[in-house]
C-alpha cells in the first residue's frame, strides 16, 4: 500500500493561554465540536479535540505555558520566516464566509483577494493571534 492512497489531512495541533475561551470560539465562529476533552497530568496541561467533519483540531492549555512574541507584520512579509505559517479552510464563497466572520467579530488581516495563482483567499487571526486563510479555488489545478 502507498502512503498517498491513505494519507490525509486529520489534525492540526495548538497551545494557547485559555483552553476553553479557544474551544468557544471555534464552536462559534466555524461550528466546531467538542470531541472530548481531559487531563494530562504527565504534560501538566489540559487538552481538547474539536472537531468539524473529518478534520479536527488538538488544543493544549499548559500549566505553566510560554508565550511566544509575535510581531505584527503584513501577511506577505511574514512568508519570508521559515516554518509553518497558517491552515487554510477551503470554503465555496470567499466573499459571503468573510461577511459572515466579520459579522462574529472575527479580525482578518487580509481582506478577500484574487491571488497571483488565480485562487481568491482571505487571512484570518482566531482568538489567540493564530492565522488562519479561508481559500476558494477559482478553476480547479491539474
Not at 502507498?2 to 465562529?29: A, C, F
Not at 496541561?45 to 492549555?61: R, S
Not at 521559515?82 to 479580525?107: P, Q, R, S
Request: charged fraction near 25%; charge should be negative.
Amino acid at each position: 500500500m502507498s502512503i498517498h492512497r491513505v494519507m490525509y489531512p486529520h489534525h492540526i495541533t495548538i497551545s494557547v493561554q485559555n483552553l476553553g475561551e479557544t474551544i468557544e470560539w471555534w464552536k462559534r465562529n466555524f461550528g466546531f465540536s467538542l470531541i472530548i476533552q481531559f487531563r494530562k497530568d504527565s504534560m501538566k496541561a489540559n487538552v481538547a479535540f474539536i472537531g468539524l467533519g473529518d478534520f479536527f483540531i488538538e488544543i493544549f492549555e499548559f500549566d505553566k505555558h510560554v508565550i511566544k512574541q509575535r510581531k505584527k507584520i503584513k501577511p506577505s512579509n511574514f512568508l519570508r520566516e521559515t516554518g509553518i505559517k497558517y491552515l487554510a479552510f477551503g470554503v465555496d464563497n470567499v466573499d459571503e464566509a468573510y461577511d459572515e466572520l466579520i459579522g462574529k467579530g472575527v479580525v482578518f488581516v487580509q481582506e478577500p483577494i484574487l491571488g497571483s495563482s488565480n485562487h481568491k483567499y482571505a487571512i484570518f487571526l482566531d482568538n489567540n493571534g493564530f492565522t488562519f486563510e479561508l481559500f476558494e479555488e477559482m478553476e480547479k489545478v491539474g
